[in-house]
């Protein structure tokens, strides 16, 4: 049922490690083909070696203004059912000592790319009858997030846009999931962190929750603890009171000096 709506081909943008590489995994486990993008080639045709299914690997920077046309190029001969965008780039620390340029290359791989995806495949979906589109979106979409302010307003950009085009589809047979995850345990975060967050999940488990979920829409905040804290903060906290535990957490991601 799952690959005769999505399959036969996936593409999975952010495909090397953590969230994406568990993508890959299920995806390919539920019968899809799948085809990786990232930009260490090394590691996705170590990741494709371990996948049953059929693979194709693409190593691409998605900061390239011409991304989106190239991954266009790359899949023009095949039947994509399913889009899964998990690519990011989150500059920590407080935002006037970042670079403006890693600040705008954050907009390019978490804003722009994901936009002319979507604005590419949409059409091919609609015209199959079937299909699907998931964004990796982020409990930081839900306010303002100090100390990661640039990755949360584009993970906000990610949620909004999941929500418009999940109605716009409706009806289409094309199904659209913006994917809100909380701490989850992929090589980056553990890097930045001296112990485990509250609630912080393994990559098999938000991925799971996303692709059950997927046909049911527009939103999903894996874990009962996640979905439980963004319900208070959001509906009995002050929004001034959630920034500032936001803040409190995100505060802590910061790297070393």
């Not at 407080?94 to 995806?117: C, G, I």
């Not at 306010?143 to 990661?148: D, I, L, W, Y």
């Amino acid at each position: 049922m799952f690959a005769s709506r999505y399959g036969p081909w996936a593409v999975v943008a952010g495909a090397s490690e953590g969230m994406g590489a568990e993508f890959a995994r299920q995806l390919s486990a539920r019968g899809l083909k799948v085809v990786l993008i990232a930009r260490r080639e090394q590691v996705l045709t170590e990741l494709a070696r371990t996948l049953p299914g059929e693979t194709r690997c693409l190593a691409l920077d998605l900061a390239q203004p011409d991304a989106a046309a190239q991954i266009a190029a790359a899949t023009a001969e095949l039947d994509v059912g399913l889009l899964v965008y998990n690519a990011a780039l989150s500059p920590i620390g407080p935002f006037a000592e970042q670079s403006l340029e890693e600040n705008l290359r954050a907009l390019d791989v978490n804003v722009r790319t994901p936009t002319a995806l979507a604005h590419h495949f949409v059409p091919r979906l609609i015209k199959r009858g079937r299909g699907g589109l998931v964004l990796l979106s982020s409990l930081t979409a839900f306010q303002g997030s100090p100390f990661v302010a640039t990755y949360g307003a584009t993970k906000s950009y990610n949620l909004a846009l999941a929500e418009g085009l999940w109605a716009e589809l409706r009806g289409t047979g094309v199904d659209v999931l913006s994917v809100c995850a909380g701490a989850t345990a992929t090589p980056n975060l553990l890097k930045a962190i001296t112990k485990p967050p509250p609630g912080m999940q393994q990559p098999a488990e938000v991925v799971r929750e996303a692709l059950d979920g997927l046909a049911r829409g527009p939103v999903l905040i894996p874990g009962a603890f996640n979905r439980f804290a963004s319900f208070f903060m959001r509906r009995v906290l002050s929004r001034r009171t959630t920034i500032q535990i936001m803040g409190d957490q995100t505060r802590k991601l910061q790297l070393p000096s």
